[in-house]
């Protein structure tokens, strides 16, 4: 309805109506390992018509990740090994957070409310990044090793307002909203890089990096009942988004002395301007219940990239799409025994990262990333055939999809140049994608102290598509693929009394393989607990996250001369109490 690449969008804040006068407010305070720390304030105050209110807070974040690598290369003509490249990095992060939002909401009239909040946030980091790097030759003798330490700094600075307007024409549902959003955000980083040698100064890079976001929404959102079961609704919505960045790349020469590469430094600017209308019709025919939509969005995207060595490029791209949306439902004896069936067409746009033409960091410079400025959003047509039955104790909802994919996007991992021992990762367009498969949701109340929530996504899948450079390979890098996987959780619910409960999640993520890739099973295991204090003017809570340590992904890469493992995990096991 909103987006047709989904539903976020405008920070909404909506103040639940209420005849209590007066103040109103919370506190949450946390505590955590790694170390964490977080407090937030939420204060209201109304007053006749006028609703006042002010959250804030900030805390303070420690991050620890790790990646690893281990690429063999060989010749492509024979399959012989030639040597093997290592890398194993750890990156260690401290990071301060804070954020203020104020603002009010006043009914003008009975029918008619306007509320206006502004926000400012802002957050500074630090970061340290160890990278051993091992060179081994074809037999696995270790022949090279280096270490690269990355030291960076990051802060941002985001601005946002928000006023809206809601007006009831009657009690019947028919109303009319209108908001609007602006935001601005500055941030700026910088890099430095040394790789070391046996302690000795081998190569280095500085990077400086400044980034200006701006971005405009715009929505009107208009609903029109017609008799007791059916409604209009239509709207309109603009999106404006404005990416201006600045890179400054510099790296030692064989003096070790700095100097700027021209070629990965200089300004690229994004801007995108998105219109989009929308109109459904829903209603209820006896048993049957059907909503039609259909949206459409018209995007304009203009890139311009300028390097320091003169390479220039504008491109300009527009593109007109509808969006229709069916959605049937059939009450199988009352409306809590549902069989739906639905159909929707989505787009998903790459981000404007994805575009930028050159890498943004030279910090390991055996593996670089590049966007590409070609790069088209991919297209979703998804069809689903549910059932919905509800009882006293228990729900159950079996889903029967298909999905196919068209643009798919994937990462193409190739080597900078033909024998190049320099890898380069950028998105492309390739192919289609296609799933198909049965997605079950149940929820049960077993006893009155335990409950369950489970879901099961048992699926199939086919990718078709291949990506091809002459000036960089000799034959193209299929992506076909097919197979069948899992996705599961399973969530437990504990009531010990009337005041605590207890939750154990488990989450596992079965693994898929293409010609060019294939990732690895994952599963996770979470903890937590809730108790009410205080006559239930308080709680306190604690979770564990990732208790038994296996949230990473795993994969292996092939390609050209080439195959890569790889593995990352984004944070260790945490603890948090609040």
Do not use: C
């Amino acid at each position: 309805k909103f987006e047709a690449s989904g539903t976020a969008g405008i920070l909404n804040i909506i103040l639940k109506k209420s005849k209590g006068m007066g103040f109103n407010g919370s506190v949450t305070g946390s505590l955590g390992y790694l170390p964490s720390t977080n407090l937030n304030t939420n204060l209201s105050w109304k007053k006749g018509s006028w609703t006042w209110f002010l959250n804030g807070g900030g805390g303070y974040r420690e991050g620890e990740g790790k990646s690893d690598s281990d690429t063999r290369f060989f010749d492509i003509a024979t399959g012989n090994t030639t040597r093997y490249f290592e890398q194993n990095s750890n990156n260690k992060s401290e990071s301060n957070f804070y954020n203020a939002t104020g603002g009010f909401a006043v009914d003008l009239t009975e029918k008619t409310s306007i509320n206006l909040s502004g926000m400012v946030r802002s957050f500074s980091s630090e970061s340290n990044n160890r990278v051993d790097n091992n060179n081994y030759d074809a037999f696995r003798n270790l022949t090279t090793n280096s270490q690269t330490l990355a030291l960076g700094n990051s802060s941002n600075l985001s601005f946002q307002g928000d006023v809206g307007l809601d007006h009831k024409f009657n009690d019947a549902g028919h109303n009319i909203a209108l908001s609007l959003s602006l935001q601005k955000s500055d941030n700026e980083s910088t890099e430095d890089s040394r790789e070391y040698d046996q302690s000795l100064f081998k190569y280095g890079t500085l990077g400086d990096n400044t980034t200006i976001n701006k971005s405009l929404i715009g929505k009107i959102d208009y609903e029109l009942p017609i008799g007791e079961k059916s409604k209009i609704e239509a709207g309109y919505r603009i999106d404006n988004n404005t990416n201006d960045y600045d890179f400054l790349n510099r790296e030692t020469n064989v003096s070790t002395n700095y100097g700027i590469v021209d070629a990965y430094s200089g300004n690229t600017v994004y801007d995108e301007t998105i219109n989009a209308a929308y109109a459904q019709f829903k209603s209820k025919f006896d048993k049957l219940g059907y909503q039609l939509g259909i949206r459409a969005e018209n995007s304009q995207i203009n890139v311009e990239y300028l390097s320091l060595s003169g390479n220039t490029s504008n491109k300009k791209k527009e593109y007109t799409g509808f969006f229709p949306s069916v959605f049937l439902s059939y009450d199988l004896g009352s409306s809590n025994n549902q069989l739906l069936l639905n159909y929707s067409r989505r787009i998903n746009r790459p981000r404007s990262w994805f575009l930028i033409p050159y890498p943004t960091s030279l910090a390991n410079r055996q593996n670089l990333f590049r966007g590409n400025e070609d790069l088209d959003p991919s297209y979703i047509d998804s069809f689903e055939l549910g059932y919905a039955i509800q009882k006293k104790k228990f729900t159950i909802n079996p889903t029967l999809y298909y999905r196919k994919t068209t643009g798919d996007v994937k990462f193409v991992l190739l080597s900078q140049e033909l024998g190049s021992d320099v890898l380069v990762t950028s998105p492309y367009n390739v192919g289609n994608e296609t799933s198909y498969g049965l997605d079950l949701n149940l929820t049960a109340d077993l006893f009155p102290w335990y409950k369950i929530m489970a879901s099961a996504d048992l699926f199939g899948y086919k990718s078709e598509g291949s990506y091809f450079d002459p000036n960089r390979m000799v034959e193209p890098l299929s992506f076909d693929g097919e197979g069948f996987s899992t996705r599961l959780r399973l969530t437990n619910s504990f009531k010990i009394d009337k005041t605590l409960s207890m939750q154990v999640q488990g989450f596992y993520r079965g693994g898929q393989k293409t010609a060019s890739s294939e990732s690895k099973d994952m599963y996770v295991l979470n903890f937590g607990a809730n108790k009410t204090i205080w006559n239930n003017n308080g709680t306190i809570a604690f979770n564990i996250q990732d208790i038994l340590g296996t949230r990473g992904r795993n994969t292996t890469s092939f390609g050209p001369g080439y195959e890569r493992d790889s593995y990352m995990r984004w944070s260790p096991r945490s603890f948090n109490v609040s």
